[in-house]
């Protein structure tokens, strides 16, 4: 059984900062690349950023320069710092995993219950 529990939402201004957290836990051989999705009202989930076991990293257009995705991959932890948030950053926030179980010999994509981050503007 694995779990990722994700912490760090809140509400903020426009123009402030917020760091998600994101901590897997469980049966973990080994953990591949591991991601933010976002999902605003009414409209799809999308993927924000992604980070290698390796430390590469991607971001979707529309928060480059602002947001940072990083990984301890001693604590199986993913972290998405935001700057200069905007309203339009307003959504639930999931993390993601992709993931080696003891019992399964291939990666499995895991998801966290998602977290509220909302800019007032």
């Known amino acids: 059984q694995v779990q990722l529990v994700e912490s760090g939402g809140g509400l903020v201004q426009a123009g402030g900062s917020l760091r998600l957290s994101c901590a897997a836990s469980?049966?973990?051989?080994?953990?591949?690349?591991m991601y933010w999705y976002r999902q605003a009202p009414g409209k799809q989930r999308d993927v924000v950023a992604a980070?290698?076991?390796?430390?590469?990293?991607n971001y979707v257009d529309s928060v480059k320069g602002r947001f940072t995705i990083s990984r301890d991959n001693a604590k199986n932890t993913v972290y998405l710092q935001m700057n200069s948030l905007k309203s339009v950053d307003t959504a639930v926030y999931y993390c993601?995993?992709?993931?080696?179980?003891?019992?399964?010999?291939?990666?499995?994509?895991?998801w966290g219950q998602g977290t509220q981050v909302t800019v007032s503007s």
């Open positions: 993601a995993a992709d993931i080696v179980t003891v019992k399964f010999g291939r990666p499995l994509r895991y």
């Open positions: 469980g049966s973990i051989f080994s953990i591949n690349a």
């Open positions: 980070i290698t076991s390796g430390g590469s990293t």
